[in-house]
């Protein structure tokens, strides 16, 4: 069977469709993916404790 260059209307449009789809996914699965891992480290609210600010457990020396 040899297709016609000239294809269906309704195919033309269901393969937009669907290649628009695709686009739109791919395009948020890397705009979510890149929200849940940012690049660049987001500072925390509260700094991280080193050895030097801990304490000592048995009071001054």
Known sequence: MIRSPLSDPLETVLSWIWALGTASG???????AHTEHPSAP?????PTLS???????????
């Open 42 to 46: 987001v500072p925390s609210a509260q």
């Open 26 to 32: 791919l395009v948020t699965a890397s705009l979510l």
């Open 51 to 61: 050895v030097e600010d801990v304490p000592p457990a048995d009071g001054p020396v």
